[in-house]
């Protein structure tokens, strides 16, 4: 029987080399905003962050929009 490399997955699939590169982007994001949101005592928004994952998109809209945190200040500890 013979097995194509996509269907076995791995670093073969077209999307293997791109995964550790979104994993490192979606637990920076994800690990900004959590500390943001419980250092502002959120933990609505705390909780919802730590169970949706959406690739570090809702944590920029927090971070960006909802809060509305300048570039500058995303590593303050204000």
Do not use: D
């Not at 994952?53 to 944590?59: C, D, M, P, R, S």
């Amino acid at each position: 029987m013979m097995y194509s490399n996509y269907a076995m997955g791995g670093w073969f699939h077209p999307i293997g080399p791109i995964l550790p590169l979104l994993l490192i982007w979606s637990i920076f994001w994800k690990g900004l905003a959590l500390w943001h949101a419980g250092r502002r005592g959120q933990p609505w928004w705390f909780v919802i962050l730590l169970i949706v994952n959406t690739a570090g998109i809702l944590e920029i809209i927090y971070l960006f929009l909802v809060i509305k945190l300048k570039a500058r200040e995303l590593f303050s500890k204000k």
